[in-house]
């Protein structure tokens, strides 16, 4: 166990619909990271925060949006859903901001859109 | 932007055989190379990882070597065992920056 928490862990939903994935980090850690683990895509960063601030961005589609909260918990929000966004949503956290330790992954969100 | 390229896609192997998996990146900023093991239906772990002034790393029967000059790493795991079946993703991450770019991934099968 990472000590990163994930909820919900399955979440079956339809197109158009919108959607929201929680991220509980370590304790203590301060960066949470986003990512999207597609079978045609393969893992690929979304987004990341530090400290409640936006710190950088990847493969984010404009559908989707993401904040982190000031007990450092962070979601992630899909909306407009596509089939293409079937996967499986990872969120990982660190201790600092860049340099320091390694990124500890959550157990995953799989999202099916029919 | 980095792009990293990962082979082969499907290893497999006999238990006790040696495994290597190869990673090339394309941007020589890049200083930090994290391998990753992920089991079915499981989160990706980190296995060992290697920075750019080492040039090899051992972890047990996991080691990882990194060629700056010809900007490829690769992953060496020796006596296989049947447990070691997963996905290996590379990784390499650009700057001081710790968000890496992963490669597509090399599905490790392990036959006892």
């Known amino acids: 166990d990472s000590g990163v928490t994930q909820t919900p862990k399955h979440l079956i939903t339809a197109t158009g619909q919108r959607v929201t994935l929680r991220c509980s980090p370590r304790?203590?850690?301060?960066?949470v990271y986003w990512y999207q683990q597609s079978l045609d895509q393969g893992l690929q960063f979304l987004i990341q925060?530090?400290?409640?601030?936006?710190?950088a961005k990847g493969n984010i589609l404009e559908r989707f949006s993401a904040q982190q909260f000031p007990d450092l918990h962070s979601e992630l929000n899909l909306s407009s859903l596509e089939l293409g966004d079937s996967a499986l949503y990872f969120c990982?956290?660190?201790?600092?901001?860049?340099?320091?330790?390694?990124?500890?992954f959550g157990p995953g969100t799989r999202l099916t859109v029919l | 932007g980095e792009n990293v390229e990962q082979h082969p896609s499907t290893l497999s192997v006999q238990e006790g055989d040696s495994a290597v998996i190869k990673c090339t990146y394309s941007?020589?900023?890049?200083?930090?190379f994290p391998w990753y093991k992920q089991e079915l239906g499981k989160r990706p772990q980190l296995i060992i990882d290697i920075r750019s002034n080492v040039g090899e790393k051992k972890d047990q029967r996991i080691a990882v070597t990194l060629n700056k000059t010809a900007k490829h790493f690769s992953l060496h795991i020796t006596e296989t065992q049947p447990e070691d079946s997963a996905v290996y993703f590379c990784?390499?991450?650009?700057?001081?920056?710790?968000?890496?770019?992963f490669g597509r991934g090399t599905s490790l099968i392990v036959h006892p």
């Open positions: 941007d020589s900023a890049s200083n930090y």
């Open positions: 925060y530090y400290n409640g601030e936006e710190r």
């Open positions: 990784a390499a991450s650009l700057g001081g920056s710790y968000i890496p770019t």
């Open positions: 990982a956290s660190s201790v600092g901001l860049a340099g320091v330790g390694e990124q500890f």
């Open positions: 304790s203590g850690d301060l960066s």
